[in-house]
């Protein structure tokens, strides 16, 4: 499967999860009407090759979107090159097993959600490690504000515009 083909899998697949699955975020009645989400296409160079740093898990206290500041454990660093500029974002563990870098760039409050998005840490078989922002996603409280979800750190807002992953959703 191509590289888009996968992402566009991967998209169908999440339309699918908020459409139709038991847990997803969207109020019943927004379910019914929903027609999927509006993803910015689908650009290879957005899959930005990442120096991981790992360190000992601590706990930090991360803004939410209840205004009050919620406990998270940071497993590491992620610096990346976007612009000429340098970033280096806290990652953090999602409780799954997986790990993420909540982050804010210049598509906030215009094309995307105002509080950021959030993009999985993927690290390959050789070490290296990746953030693919064609798959960065909304947080649940996008769909509904019953959802408490971790804002991004100052520490990781971008300057320049993502154009890569979703866009804001606007109910049916």
Not at 23 to 29: D, F, I, Q, T, V
């Amino acid at each position: 499967m191509s590289y888009g083909a996968g992402i566009e899998a991967s998209r169908l697949e999440r339309d699918l999860f908020l459409k139709e699955h038991y847990a997803s975020p969207l109020p019943e009645g927004d379910q019914e009407a929903f027609v999927g989400i509006d993803y910015f296409p689908i650009d290879a160079a957005w899959r930005v090759q990442v120096t991981l740093d790992r360190m000992e898990p601590s706990r930090i206290d991360i803004p939410s979107t209840s205004g009050m500041d919620s406990p998270y454990t940071t497993v590491g660093n992620a610096q990346l090159t976007i612009g000429g500029s340098t970033y280096v974002l806290v990652v953090l563990d999602d409780g799954d097993g997986d790990v993420f870098v909540p982050f804010r760039d210049g598509t906030c409050g215009d094309e995307s959600y105002a509080g950021g998005r959030y993009v999985r840490v993927e690290s390959e078989d050789d070490g290296r490690s990746f953030l693919d922002f064609n798959e960065a996603h909304n947080p649940w409280c996008v769909y509904d504000d019953e959802f408490v979800c971790p804002l991004p750190p100052a520490s990781n807002w971008i300057a320049e515009s993502i154009q890569a992953g979703e866009r804001m959703y606007q109910p049916g």
